[in-house]
């Protein structure tokens, strides 16, 4: 069994490899880590301007191009100010 299963349900915070950070209720996975999450939003940072929260609703990414997946703090997450938060875009992972 995936260590992932008992994220099932859960909101989750998924950074891909081109560094895209996406937020979303994890509602499915297989054996190879693709995932398909649901109320799924894209966070994009900047320096300059405010985190861009980009609504991608229901979204599927494959498991070659996960490099971290971990649980959100709910109440937490609702209390972010995102358009008070700067900093700096996430980078793509350098193999």
């Known amino acids: ?9 859960c909101k989750v915070s998924v950074v891909m490899n081109d560094g895209r950070l996406v937020v979303g209720i994890l509602r499915g996975l297989d054996q190879t880590t693709n995932i398909i999450m649901q109320s799924c939003q894209e966070r994009i ?7 861009e929260v980009v609504d991608l609703g229901l979204y599927m990414i494959r498991g070659d191009n ?5 649980l959100i703090d709910e109440v937490a997450d609702a209390a972010l100010d995102l ?3 700067r ?9």
Do not use: R
């Open 1 to 9: 069994m995936s260590q992932l299963q008992p994220y099932v349900d």
């Open 45 to 51: 940072f900047s320096e300059d301007e405010a985190v």
């Open 87 to 95: 900093g700096e875009p996430l980078q793509p992972v350098k193999h």
């Open 66 to 70: 996960i490099a971290l997946i971990g």
């Open 83 to 85: 358009d008070s938060l």
